[in-house]
């Protein structure tokens, strides 16, 4: 029967070993969501961070589509892309003249209403 002595040393070399294998790992599962073509109805809610009757509803409204094969539900993820580029919204503050001259003729506006 052999016996291995085992020091410290060896400890914390089998450590970092182990932690650069589960960074790999983990790295390697990052960013698989936007490597897949098509994500299941799970995979969405996750990465739009929404409940499954909200899915539901992108569904039957025809905002999201989808394709079923079987009982699972599947979309596209360039279609989800698309979903969110066309609801994205600009800060009416990031272009604070624009604003402003708004703000200003809701006042003017408001103003001539009065005297009338």
């Keep these: 029967m052999n016996i291995e002595i085992l020091t410290k040393d060896d400890l914390k070399e089998f450590k970092t070993e182990l932690l650069s294998e589960i960074e790999k790992l983990l790295k390697s599962k990052t960013?698989?969501?936007?490597?897949?073509?098509w994500l299941k109805s799970y995979e969405v809610r996750k990465l739009l961070g929404i409940s499954p009757g909200t899915l539901q509803?992108?569904?039957?409204?025809?905002?999201?589509?989808f394709t079923r094969l079987g009982g699972l539900i599947y979309f596209k993820y360039e279609d989800?892309?698309?979903?969110m580029e066309n609801y994205k919204h600009?800060?009416?503050?990031s272009n604070r003249a624009t604003y402003m001259a708004k703000v200003q003729a809701d006042?003017?506006?408001?103003?001539?209403?009065t005297k009338w």
């Design 90 to 93: 600009k800060n009416p503050l």
């Design 57 to 65: 509803q992108l569904r039957v409204n025809g905002t999201l589509e």
């Design 107 to 113: 006042a003017d506006f408001r103003a001539r209403r």
């Design 80 to 83: 989800i892309i698309k979903l």
């Design 31 to 37: 960013g698989t969501i936007q490597n897949k073509e």
